[in-house]
């Protein structure tokens, strides 16, 4: 072979390997799924520097930051400084106002001027954990025992009461949401466009997923997770690898947003650890690697509750709506949904009866157990 012969051959061969570790490279690493957001939620201080160091440190494998902070938004300078640096960074950004009287500035005001300047990089998160605080008794509960004789009476006014107070937010955000831990339905029917539903506790995955991902998509709003405590001191958080498994699960699930709570400061970056961090890069890079992932395990059955039955699903005999004791149907319920989370996993949903939406259910579910059927 001449030497000309030789170099044109060489050459020839490695443009081909180029061409073809490009082509692997191209078809390993994609996109992200359309509007799929995964970030910290930065609670763990009120100094704007340590937000601006968070955000530094994630946004390479993140691509939405939750300001928690509520000593950040009680100021608004320090906000807008916080929601500008957060923006340049290229992440999305979502803010959270509590039910407080300690803002000097008007949040509505403030909200659509940033709606102005964002757009949809934005979205609002108004007030927390609505079902829980109902279920426990906390200091956001809307409804007492004096108030209702029923089911239907609870359901009616919790809707209601905090219906009111969506509809005087949702005109000044494209999308308003919430994170909770019980009711989800009923917060959808309150008007909320996305609910995240809390991993933390010992509480089953599968069956917080099924709560929210049934109530969301019957109610046609978006849905996600938010990775919370699993202990309630030091490291409060689970560890990195629980965390990289529940990602994972809620994004083969379909969630459209995941966000890693990050409260108090134990260590330079809140709880979460160089490990955490690790986690997230790894899952990072497995959404963009397997972007078809994305929503494969759609429920393929669905478990029908009775009507306003706002059971908190922590236990056989948990509370009803925090009101009422459990009754004849708790154990059963209970039992009936735990077996089907064992049978179906992820592929499970649980939704309500309400007339107006047997038709979808046939729609979307190949079938659907009731709570008055027995289940084998």
Not at 147 to 154: C, L, N, R
Not at 264 to 291: C, D, Q, V
Not at 335 to 351: A, F
Request: glycine share 6%.
């Amino acid at each position: 072979m001449s030497r000309r012969l030789l170099v044109l051959t060489t050459v020839l061969i490695a443009v081909i390997l180029i061409a073809s570790f490009a082509t692997i490279e191209w078809l390993t690493f994609r996109e992200l799924p359309p509007g799929f957001l995964v970030g910290v939620e930065f609670a763990y201080s009120g100094n704007v520097n340590d937000l601006k160091d968070m955000v530094d440190k994630v946004k390479s494998y993140t691509n939405l930051f939750v300001i928690g902070s509520i000593e950040i938004t009680f100021n608004q300078t320090a906000l807008n400084e916080a929601c500008n640096y957060i923006i340049k960074a290229g992440l999305h950004l979502t803010v959270l106002f509590t039910d407080s009287t300690q803002y000097s500035y008007s949040i509505f005001d403030w909200m659509d001027d940033a709606k102005e300047r964002y757009g949809d990089m934005l979205s609002i998160y108004r007030f927390d954990e609505l079902g829980g605080n109902q279920l426990d008794g906390g200091t956001s509960r809307i409804i007492n025992a004096t108030e209702v004789v029923d089911y239907s009476d609870a359901a009616t006014l919790y809707v209601e009461r905090w219906g009111a107070h969506v509809q005087y937010y949702s005109p000044h955000t494209s999308e308003l949401l919430t994170a909770d831990y019980g009711l989800y339905w009923f917060d959808y029917k309150a008007g909320y466009d996305t609910v995240l539903a809390e991993f933390g506790w010992n509480h089953s995955r599968e069956l917080q997923l099924a709560l929210c991902r049934g109530a969301a998509k019957t109610h046609d709003r978006n849905w996600g997770i938010s990775v919370t405590w699993t202990y309630n001191g030091t490291p409060y958080i689970e560890s990195a690898s629980k965390l990289y498994y529940d990602m994972i699960l809620a994004f083969d699930a379909g969630a459209k947003y995941i966000v890693v709570f990050d409260y108090p400061k134990i260590g330079p970056y809140g709880i979460l650890t160089e490990e955490h961090f690790e986690a997230m890069k790894r899952f990072w890079n497995y959404a963009h690697s397997n972007s078809q992932e994305f929503g494969v395990y759609q429920a393929k059955v669905a478990y029908v509750l009775p009507k306003d039955y706002g059971f908190g699903f922590r236990r056989s005999d948990d509370t009803i709506w925090g009101l009422f004791p459990p009754d004849e149907l708790s154990e059963k319920i209970w039992y009936d949904v735990n077996k089907l989370v064992s049978i179906y996993g992820s592929r499970l949903d649980i939704v309500y009866y309400e007339s107006e939406f047997l038709d979808t259910y046939n729609s979307f579910y190949e079938k659907l157990f009731f709570w008055n059927e027995t289940i084998e």
